[in-house]
């Protein structure tokens, strides 16, 4: 299994940028698709964006499409997403995960490893 670490949550006004950084330990990332998901107060967790460590391919909620930008570094064993022009409804904890295999699920129920979350809030 590998662990997940995120860092980089805060405050921010709308239209402010912030960038959270998830390191991960742990054998053959080259396996894994990693992913950011997030939960908003009274809302179930859902999907944000996703890569392949292997190729760098990703994938993006209609949400965040063109907002976000998901992006791991061999070197470092991180996964980053860049985040701008954020919007109050952003506002929520963001979790890494991390699943075995090649494709890139937005069920939460196919990650089977979790970071502990990091507050994101975006003030109007």
């Known amino acids: 299994q590998v662990q997940l670490v995120e860092s980089g949550g805060g405050l921010v006004q709308a239209g402010g940028s912030l960038r959270l950084s998830c390191a991960a330990s742990?054998?053959?990332?080259?396996?894994?698709?990693m992913a950011w998901f997030r939960q908003a107060p009274g809302k179930e967790r859902e999907f944000v964006a996703g890569?392949?460590?292997?190729?760098?391919?990703?994938y993006y909620a209609d949400s965040v499409k063109g907002r976000f930008t998901i992006s791991r570094d061999n070197a470092n064993n991180t996964v980053d997403l860049q985040m701008n022009s954020l919007k109050p409804e952003d506002t929520a904890v963001y979790y890494c995960s991390a699943r075995l295999g090649r494709s890139i699920e937005t069920s939460l129920f196919e990650y089977n490893s979790w970071g502990q979350g990091t507050q994101v809030t975006v003030s109007s």
């Open positions: 890569i392949r460590w292997s190729s760098a391919t990703t």
């Open positions: 742990g054998r053959r990332l080259s396996s894994y698709v």
